[in-house]
């Protein structure tokens, strides 16, 4: 094999034209990705942060030969801003669960809850119980797990009812309610 020195040279040209690209994406859109974010945050340092993360992806996602529009940035902006309310809302509860503790429940509550878990741990597949956490716990709907999972909205809800039919089975129960499953999913979360 023969050294060809005009073979680092390609690579370097792909490069250069890469970063060429993805600055012209940078430099059009930046303001309007920045702007589009404050709207929904007042603070600078988190809409900075937002915006880099956007960007970032961009990066990541580039194709020099057709370069990342407005739409597809804006879209990718309000994926982070949806991310960003989904961890707000589950620090929420999980603040809430902290103050009111175990204390607040009711005995029967807290065995329910630990039946259930270890139903979920002894009965359900890893696909199953990772289902039941993203649904219940992180409350996604079926599609966003759909999309989260790569499958279909139909496997989610499949995956949903057998699981539920498997929790039913092993607890002994005619019917099992989603406040037990959630409980449960809520401690599997935080192991």
Request: a positive charge.
């Amino acid at each position: 094999m023969q050294y060809d020195p005009n073979v680092g040279v390609g690579k370097q040209s792909r490069q250069a034209e890469r970063v060429a690209a993805f600055q012209r994406v940078f430099e059009q859109n930046w303001a309007r990705v920045r702007h589009h974010i404050e709207c929904v945050i007042d603070d600078p340092d988190e809409v900075s942060d937002l915006v880099s993360d956007v960007f970032t992806l961009a990066w990541s996602k580039l194709d020099e030969r057709k370069p990342l529009g407005l739409i597809w940035l804006l879209r990718a902006a309000d994926n982070k801003l949806k991310d960003r309310e989904r961890r707000r809302r589950s620090e929420v509860r999980a603040m809430d669960a902290l103050r009111h503790g175990v204390g607040g429940r009711h005995q029967s509550d807290v065995l329910d809850a630990i039946a259930v878990r270890h139903a979920i741990e002894t009965a359900l597949t890893p696909r199953e119980k990772r289902i039941v956490v993203l649904f219940y716990w992180d409350r996604l709907a079926a599609g966003e797990i759909a999309e989260l999972l790569r499958c279909s909205q139909s496997v989610v809800f499949t995956t949903l009812s057998r699981a539920r039919v498997k929790l039913e089975r092993e607890l002994g129960l005619d019917r099992l309610p989603d406040a037990s499953i959630a409980r449960a999913a809520n401690t599997l979360q935080r192991d």
